[in-house]
């Protein structure tokens, strides 16, 4: 099984980038779908982008045009290029892996990460 690590979150000023990293580790990165979640405090854990098993990228319609996401399949990570952050982009980033196709359900989502932290101030 999959195993994830997140790294890059920070604090920054709206209008600011971040680019989150996610290493994965384990066995069969390319057998799973790929995905950022993001948890405001004291909100449900919500969907951001995902990357499927068929190489197809999908975004909350909050976040398109401002987020990317892109897959190092050499180096078995992921990663979100964040710009244009605003402050309801604040939360914690998670990295999710699911055995299915397509993934944008937490239901869906076999392997979590540890999150890391967002912070966008106004």
């Known amino acids: 099984q999959v195993q994830l690590a997140e790294s890059g979150g920070d604090s920054v000023q709206a209008g600011g980038s971040l680019r989150l990293s996610c290493a994965a580790s384990g066995t069969a990165f390319g057998h799973y779908c790929l995905a950022w979640f993001r948890q405001r405090s004291g909100g449900e854990r919500e969907w951001v982008s995902s990357?499927?098993?068929?190489?197809?990228?999908f975004y909350v319609d909050s976040v398109k045009g401002r987020f990317t996401i892109s897959k190092d399949t050499d180096n078995h990570t992921i990663s979100l290029q964040m710009n244009s952050l605003k402050p309801e982009d604040t939360g914690m980033y998670y990295c999710?892996?699911?055995?299915?196709?397509?993934?944008?359900?937490?239901?869906?989502?076999?392997?979590w990460g540890q999150g890391t932290q967002v912070i966008v101030s106004s």
């Open positions: 999710a892996a699911a055995e299915n196709f397509y993934c944008a359900l937490a239901d869906q989502i076999s392997v």
């Open positions: 990357f499927t098993r068929d190489d197809r990228t």
